[in-house]
């Protein structure tokens, strides 16, 4: 796998400041991509998606941004707190019947 | 309503056993996936059935590695011949037709060869 052998980066953050995640996509026909939060001990969570004809959209807290110019995802939490230190995963889906993608993943560590 | 649940929780075996892991999906779910996942590190894809299509098997490490997934429901990870660098927690997901990106994902497995 493109992840074996290589341990995950790591963005720390003090609490209740605003967090930013970014992915770099590879493929540029996807039609959704997508962010799961992973807590410790736990499988992946699904967080918010976006479809491939917008820009923007917002969740609660959280705002996920795509750039598709330059295949760039980014993942913004507003108000970082302790219970949002977890490994968040950017994903890609092509459309019906493909697969899911996902990315390396980012670790999330929120200073008190 | 019930989650993807699987079993063992952990399994502990002997280099060169196999070992079969279990995963229950969502009632209703076509699409099934199992990953890998060291520590401290990200998801491993190892298989993907999708309803009654041939599963893709791409991700899988070696032919030590098989998985079935019966009546369209249950599947089983089968690992022959366990080595000591297969240990690692296995991670099942299902998703529906109408939410496929939006995976579920069960608790994992965590295995561990000695």
């Known amino acids: 796998g493109e992840s074996v052998g290589l341990h995950l980066p790591t963005l720390s953050v003090q609490e209740g400041d605003n967090s930013i995640i970014n992915c770099a996509y590879s493929?540029?026909?996807?039609?959704?991509f997508i962010w799961y939060k992973q807590e410790s001990g736990k499988g992946p969570q699904f967080i918010i998606d976006?479809?491939?004809?917008?820009d923007k959209r917002q969740g609660q807290r959280v705002t996920v941004l795509l750039n598709k110019t330059v295949k760039h995802l980014s993942l913004q939490i507003a108000a970082t707190q302790p219970g949002d230190s977890a490994v968040y995963f950017c994903?890609?889906?092509?459309?019906?019947?493909?697969?899911?993608?996902f990315g390396k993943g980012i670790t999330l560590s929120v200073r008190p | 309503g019930a989650g993807v649940s699987q079993s063992p929780s952990n399994k502990v075996t002997e280099k060169g056993k196999d070992v079969e892991l279990r995963c229950d999906p969502i009632?209703?779910?076509?699409?099934l996936y199992w990953y890998r996942q060291s520590l401290g590190q990200g998801l491993e894809f190892l298989i993907y059935?999708?309803?009654?299509?041939?599963?893709?098997k791409s991700g899988l490490p070696s032919d030590r590695f098989s998985a079935e997934r019966t009546g369209g429901s249950v599947s089983t990870l089968t690992i022959q011949r366990t080595q000591q660098e297969d240990s690692a927690v296995y991670l099942c997901?299902?998703?529906?037709?109408?939410?496929?990106?939006?995976?579920?994902f069960g608790p994992g497995t965590r295995l561990t060869v000695t």
């Open positions: 493929n540029s026909a996807s039609d959704y």
């Open positions: 994903a890609e889906f092509p459309g019906a019947n493909s697969k899911l993608t």
């Open positions: 059935f999708q309803g009654n299509s041939a599963p893709d």
């Open positions: 009632s209703g779910h076509t699409a």
């Open positions: 997901a299902s998703s529906s037709n109408r939410g496929a990106y939006e995976q579920y």
């Open positions: 976006i479809r491939s004809n917008m």
